[in-house]
């Protein structure tokens, strides 16, 4: 079965600070792994995907297969960052369901 | 840049109701899906859509649920006889033809039962 657990519900980090918001998954298959974000009262984004290897934002995540974790970084948090975070799993093959974990409010304090 | 638009943003109905959830994908999008968040809890995959059939669906989807596409722009979702427990925020998303690409999100539509 597709698990994906965040184990932080809330996270409150000083503007500036570094930020690492923590994902692991729990697949058997090939797994793509994306970051999704919600901004207050807007609709979930897509911030990162594993296969892009790219910085978003400011923000990184490296795919750990070893430790079956993707979790999300940035070495200067700023006040925009504030918003739900949300770690996503698929099969790589694609067009397949989207397994959410719990999400974790980030909160940046000035 | 094209977005998912979802109506109504908030949707009020007494239980045992049937409600209409409305999606109108990204128009060069083929795969259409639908989640759902209740209050405090993860987002959950409800069903997928592709070629005009249900491609997957979740324990979540039962005989209450169906979608539909009814022509070419709209994708809605039907709840025949709602139960308190269906009060929720419904997502729709959408990816284009090959699948491959990360799906869209719509605002989502609140759905209180009472």
């Known amino acids: 079965a597709q698990r994906v657990t965040q184990p932080e519900k809330l996270l409150s980090v000083f503007k500036g600070a570094p930020v690492e918001l923590k994902c692991n998954y729990s697949?058997?298959?090939?797994?793509?792994l994306f970051w999704y974000v919600q901004y207050s009262r807007q609709r979930l984004q897509l911030l990162l995907r594993?296969?892009s290897r790219e910085s978003i934002k400011g923000f990184t995540a490296d795919l750990n297969k070893g430790e079956t974790s993707f979790h999300l970084k940035k070495p200067f948090a700023q006040e925009e960052d504030s918003a739900m975070y949300y770690c996503?799993?698929?099969?790589?093959?694609?067009?397949?369901?989207?397994?959410f974990g719990q999400g974790t409010r980030l909160t940046i304090n000035p | 840049e094209p977005e998912v638009t979802q109506t109504p943003s908030h949707q009020v109905t007494q239980m045992g109701q049937e409600v209409i959830l409305r999606c109108v994908p990204i128009?060069?999008?083929?795969?259409f899906y639908w989640y759902r968040q209740i209050l405090g809890q993860k987002v959950e995959f409800l069903v997928s859509?592709?070629?005009?059939?249900?491609?997957?669906k979740s324990e979540i989807f039962d005989d209450q649920f169906s979608v539909e596409r009814p022509d070419g722009s709209n994708f809605t979702l039907k709840i025949r006889s709602t139960k308190l427990e269906d009060s929720a925020m419904y997502f729709c998303?959408?990816?284009?033809?090959?699948?491959?690409?990360?799906?869209?999100f719509g605002d989502g539509t609140r759905l209180s039962i009472l």
């Open positions: 594993h296969i």
């Open positions: 998303a959408s990816s284009d033809w090959t699948g491959v690409q990360p799906q869209h």
């Open positions: 996503a799993l698929r099969d790589i093959q694609g067009a397949q369901k989207l397994v």
């Open positions: 128009s060069n999008h083929l795969y």
């Open positions: 859509f592709y070629n005009n059939e249900i491609s997957e």
């Open positions: 697949y058997s298959g090939s797994p793509e």
